[in-house]
C-alpha cells in the first residue's frame, strides 16, 4: 500500500544541524512533487518545504529559507530535509506528504516524526 | 506568508450542519482555485478531505462540501457524526509557489 515513513527525529541542541528521512513506498515516487509539514507541540500545521517530482524546484516557508534544504533520491525513493541552526521553535513533529492533487494538495501522509531542540 | 484565519472553535449538534470558513487574501485564496482541506484527529496524520475547493478525494464522505467566494473559502459539514470532532485546516496555494495553512479549527460535536 502507498506508506511514507519519517525517521530522524532527535533531541537536539540549539544551533546544531539535523537530517531527516522520509522512505516512500507502493506509489510512483519519481513522478509526485513531495512536502514538509510540521506541527509545534499543541499548535497547527506549517507549511516547511516543497520539492518537485525530479527535484529542479524547490520552495521553502520564510521560517526556515536558508537554515533548511530539502532533496530527494529518485534512485531510493527518498525524501530528505536537512536542518541546521536549529532554533527551539523548530520544535515540531514533522510530516512529509505527497504532493497529489492540483495546488499542493497532499493525500498521502507519513505517520510524523519529532524534533525537539532543547539545551 | 501571514496564516488564512479560521474560526478557533466551531460546535454543533448530531445530525445538524456547520460551516468552518477560511480568509486569506488575494495572493492566496482568492487567487486560485487551490484551496484544500483536511482533517486531523489527537495523535494522528491530517487527512486530505477536500482539494480544488470543491474536489472530494475517494473515500471521503458527501457529507464534507467545500465551496470559495472571494478571499474566502468555506467546509461545510452536513449531517454532523461523533466520528467529525477534531481539528480541521485549510491550506492554499500562493503567489510565491508556497502553501499556507489556516490556524485551525476545532470542531465539536455536542
Known amino acids: 500500500q502507498v506508506q511514507l515513513v519519517e525517521s530522524g527525529g532527535a533531541v537536539v541542541q540549539p544551533g546544531r544541524s539535523l537530517r531527516l528521512s522520509c522512505a516512500a513506498s507502493?506509489?510512483?515516487?519519481?513522478?509526485?512533487?513531495m512536502h514538509w509539514v510540521r506541527q509545534a507541540p499543541g499548535k497547527g500545521l506549517e507549511w516547511v518545504a516543497f520539492?518537485?517530482?525530479?527535484?529542479?524546484?524547490?520552495y521553502y516557508a520564510d521560517s526556515v529559507k536558508g537554515r533548511f534544504t530539502i532533496s530527494r533520491d529518485n534512485s531510493k525513493n527518498t525524501l530528505d530535509l536537512q536542518m541546521s541552526s536549529l532554533r527551539a521553535e523548530d520544535t515540531a513533529v514533522y510530516y512529509c506528504?505527497?504532493?497529489?492533487?492540483?495546488?499542493?494538495?497532499?493525500?498521502?501522509w507519513g505517520q510524523g516524526t519529532t524534533v525537539t531542540v532543547s539545551s | 506568508q501571514s496564516a488564512l484565519t479560521q474560526p478557533a472553535s466551531v460546535s454543533g449538534s448530531p445530525g445538524q450542519s456547520i460551516t468552518i470558513s477560511c480568509t486569506g487574501t488575494?495572493?492566496?485564496?482568492?487567487?486560485?482555485?487551490?484551496v484544500s482541506w483536511y482533517q486531523q484527529h489527537p495523535g494522528k496524520a491530517p487527512k486530505l478531505m477536500i482539494y480544488?475547493?470543491?474536489n472530494r478525494p475517494s473515500g471521503v464522505s458527501n457529507r464534507f462540501s467545500g465551496s470559495k467566494s472571494g478571499n474566502t473559502a468555506s467546509l461545510t459539514i452536513s449531517g454532523l457524526q461523533a466520528e467529525d470532532e477534531a481539528d480541521y485546516y485549510c491550506s492554499s496555494y500562493t503567489n510565491s509557489n508556497t502553501l499556507v495553512f489556516g490556524g485551525g479549527t476545532k470542531v465539536t460535536v455536542l
Open positions: 488575494s495572493s492566496d485564496v482568492g487567487g486560485y482555485k487551490y
Open positions: 520539492i518537485s517530482y525530479d527535484g529542479r524546484s524547490k
Open positions: 506528504a505527497e504532493d497529489g492533487r492540483p495546488g499542493y494538495g497532499m493525500d498521502v
Open positions: 480544488e475547493v470543491s
Open positions: 507502493g506509489f510512483s515516487f519519481s513522478s509526485y512533487g
